[in-house]
């Protein structure tokens, strides 16, 4: 074998190899959502985990897959609730904050993948939409009995 | 003068004798644990640092359990484990999909088999209560600081959701989330430093945890961990 194919044989391995154990090692889009949202919002993305039919939440979690309702949302929007949670975005509190978790990129990768989930865009049609039931709303069917002080 | 010297003597041979057992008991528990709990259990560390050995893993970590836990309640409970995560270790491994809902799968989840008798439970006890964390801040939760129950319930309910996924006992009523550990008796079983220092960094403990590290003021994160110590 010549030298220089021999130098090239060994650069690629080493490419290979190092490009194996990333993809080995890195997390995806996909898992970071199985992670950190199906607890809530379910494997199917409906709003289903299982903290909700546990029957935990107060408030029902954003159904991802529902196009009607998630078109109302700008990127913005869906990225203002991952960073900040949901009070941030006048919705229930129960959705955390993931911007001391989650890295900037993370987060926008996610926002593109709840749109793929949705295949669906922001609609200013659909945005100025009432709404039509009170999933996501902030008021907690429990808050009168959690102001309550012992 | 000869009385204080034997009460000194006997005052080390005591302590000696005592330090000598702990540690004797400690080194029986190693092999205990040894024996019975590292198939599942990871008592070396490190943490899982993917997702897929996250997936893989089969019980809770334990090297830092010394940090984590109190030993009276360890005792009791190797004796008498009952279930502290509903949801399995990994939620993930356990879901089923039924008419569109998530559930966990029913018989999946069950408590460790481990069934420790009295000495036994006791050395393996010892033996992880060595098992320390030495980067963990002691001292931070001081026995003086006073618990505001009603800030509190409205800090762990309200303002950061931790009932989503934790289930806890809030004035007689038995409620929360799954997908994290029961917190209805963690006052028994966790060191009220460890449970301020698992708000603050999450991550710092598990890189693959689910829970995230909630922005918050110190003041809100001591109210938060006087409010998990007292639930018992």
């Known amino acids: 074998m010549k030298k220089s194919n021999f130098i090239v044989w060994v650069v690629a391995m080493f ?28 494997t199917l993305g409906n709003g289903q985990g299982i903290n909700q ?22 990127d913005q929007d869906i990225k203002l609730a991952i960073t ?17 978790t989650l890295s900037t990129p993370e987060i926008d990768e996610l926002v593109a993948y709840l749109r793929q989930l949705c295949s669906c865009q922001y609609s200013e049609a659909a945005a100025s939409e009432p709404e039509d039931d009170h999933e996501d709303n902030p008021e907690d069917k429990h808050g009168d009995e959690n102001e309550r002080s012992d | 003068m000869r009385m204080h010297k034997y009460i000194h003597a006997l005052t080390w041979t005591l302590l000696l004798l005592t330090g000598g057992t702990n540690q004797a008991l400690a080194a029986d528990g190693a092999a205990i644990v040894a024996q019975k709990c590292v198939s599942c259990h990871n008592v ?71 069934s420790l008798a009295p000495e036994e439970a006791t050395a393996v006890a010892d033996y992880l209560m060595t098992l320390t964390d030495a980067t ?48 209805r008796e963690a ?34 994160r001591v109210l938060l961990t006087l409010f998990i110590a007292a639930m018992e």
């Not at chain 2, 984590?68 to 309640?73: D, G, I, L, Y």
């Not at chain 2, 079983?189 to 918050?216: F, K, V």
């Open chain 2, 187 to 220: 006052g028994r079983r966790l060191n009220p430093d460890w449970i301020y220092a698992q708000i603050e960094d999450p991550q710092h403990w598990n890189p693959m945890t689910w829970m995230p590290t909630s922005p918050m003021s110190k003041k809100d």
């Open chain 1, 15 to 42: 490419l290979a190899i190092s490009w194996g154990s990333l993809a080995w090692s890195a997390e995806t889009v996909e898992t970071t959502y199985q992670r950190f949202c199906v607890q809530c919002h379910g």
């Open chain 2, 44 to 114: 070396t560390g490190p943490a899982p640092a993917t997702f897929k050995a996250m997936l893989e893993l089969k019980a809770p970590d334990l090297f830092y359990a010394g940090s984590k836990f109190k030993k009276e309640w360890l005792v009791e409970w190797l004796q008498h484990p009952t279930l502290i995560r509903p949801s399995g270790v990994m939620f993930l491994n356990n879901i089923v999909v039924e008419d569109g809902r998530n559930r966990i799968k029913r018989d999946a989840v069950k408590p460790c088999p481990a």
């Open chain 1, 84 to 100: 900040d949670g949901g009070a941030a975005v006048n919705k229930s509190p129960l959705m955390p904050a993931f911007g001391k």
């Open chain 1, 53 to 74: 039919t546990a029957e935990a939440l107060a408030v029902e979690p954003r159904n991802h897959a529902d196009p009607k309702r998630m078109s109302k949302l700008t």
């Open chain 2, 136 to 183: 963990m801040k002691v001292g931070v939760i001081s026995p003086k600081e006073k618990l505001r129950r009603s800030k509190a319930t409205t800090l762990f309910t309200k303002r950061y959701p931790c009932n989503g996924c934790h289930t806890v006992k809030i004035r007689h009523r038995e409620a929360g989330g799954v997908s994290g550990p029961d917190l």
